[in-house]
């Protein structure tokens, strides 16, 4: 069971904090990621978090702007946003898994999402 938090509307260039609030697993042994799904569009992973190492990869659109975190004693997941663009408005999902994937299919849990609007 995941839980975002943290969306909202925010102007170009402003900042937003995600969190995912992850209960019924073993939070340390996942990998926690972030998908996001604009309208019309595919939806592309964001950012992704090994269980161990503290290993991430970010999709080059994002890079140098987002940050992804976690806090195991929390079971708690965050994506930092900053620098903020329209073309970023989407739907953000959080997802924990065993493995990377780059298909969101291939992740064992799901949250419900939660919408991000960059205004220009």
């Known amino acids: 069971h995941l839980v975002e938090s943290g969306g909202g509307l925010v102007h170009a260039g402003g900042s937003l904090r995600l969190s995912c609030a992850a209960s019924g697993l073993s939070f340390e042994h996942y990998y926690m990621g972030w998908f996001r799904q604009a309208p019309g569009k595919e939806r592309e992973e964001v950012s992704c978090i090994d269980s161990n190492y503290g290993r991430t990869y970010y999709a080059d659109s994002v890079k140098g702007r987002f940050t992804i975190s976690r806090d195991n004693a929390k079971n708690t997941v965050y994506l930092q946003m900053n620098g903020l663009k329209p073309e970023d408005t989407a739907v953000y999902y959080c997802?924990?898994?065993?493995?990377?994937?780059?298909?969101?299919?291939?992740?064992?849990?799901w949250g419900q999402g939660t919408q991000v609007t960059v205004s220009s």
């Open positions: 997802v924990a898994g065993l493995m990377f994937s780059r298909s969101i299919d291939d992740y064992e849990f």
